[in-house]
């Protein structure tokens, strides 16, 4: 992971480079609320969205983008912060990986990077948006990680529950950083995962909290409930 400036050829937009274009603009018509199924053209689903009900005041949402874990679903993604979106106004965004897990994690960026732009410039389209999260567990937290650092000039918070690595091709901007890890975790281990990332990221200049729990491979509620409070005071 560097933290050098970006040359000009890899700081283009790009899937190579985990470089999104959908950007924040006013909805150009209004979308529903509730649970909503994002399908592509054949019919096939690539991602599940929850907007909760708009706010009295008519204010934006923040958009927190969910990524779930190898082998996951659309679902499981949407699940790690459905139970607070009403109560925090979160517009939550799950897609579905193109394989059993992120590009990423099989060797590059490319084909979900394509498909998560296209969903974001689709949710930009329809509803208001004050602010981007990107969020994620196990191997989504570190393609979340990896996508929210290279895409800090769109992200401004990145919440990553047992992440394993971070590795975006360049870096972009400085989001504030939440990653919780269990310290019986055996799927990603903490002295090799967590325990080792956060004092990197610390070290390029990144806000990083950072809670450690007792337990394995999940996220339990209390940290669920803490990430969300870090995410929206």
Not at 21 to 48: I, N, W
């Amino acid at each position: 992971m560097s933290d050098s400036a970006p040359s000009h050829w890899d700081s283009a937009p790009g899937p190579r480079n985990g470089r999104l274009t959908a950007r924040r603009h006013p909805p150009l018509a209004p979308a529903p609320t509730g649970l909503v199924p994002m399908t592509g053209p054949d019919g096939d689903q690539l991602a599940l969205a929850y907007a909760p009900e708009p706010a009295t005041d008519a204010s934006a949402y923040r958009l927190v983008l969910l990524l779930h874990g190898a082998g996951g679903s659309a679902r499981q993604g949407l699940d790690l912060l459905s139970p607070v979106a009403d109560a925090h106004h979160l517009l939550l965004v799950a897609p579905e990986s193109s394989a059993a897990s992120w590009d990423l994690i099989a060797g590059g960026f490319g084909a979900d990077v394509e498909r998560i732009d296209a969903l974001l410039a689709t949710v930009f389209d329809g509803y208001p948006v004050r602010d981007v999260t990107f969020g994620g567990f196990s191997d989504g937290a570190s393609y979340a990680l990896s996508l929210g650092l290279a895409n800090g000039d769109l992200v401004d918070a990145v919440l990553a529950f047992s992440p394993g690595f971070a590795a975006p091709p360049v870096t972009h901007g400085r989001p504030r950083i939440f990653i919780s890890h269990g310290v019986d975790d055996r799927v990603l281990p903490i002295d090799v995962c967590s325990r080792r990332l956060v004092p990197h990221l610390h070290g390029l200049g990144y806000d990083v909290t950072y809670q450690e729990f007792p337990g394995g491979h999940v996220i339990p509620t209390p940290i669920r409930d803490s990430a969300t409070t870090w995410l929206t005071t």
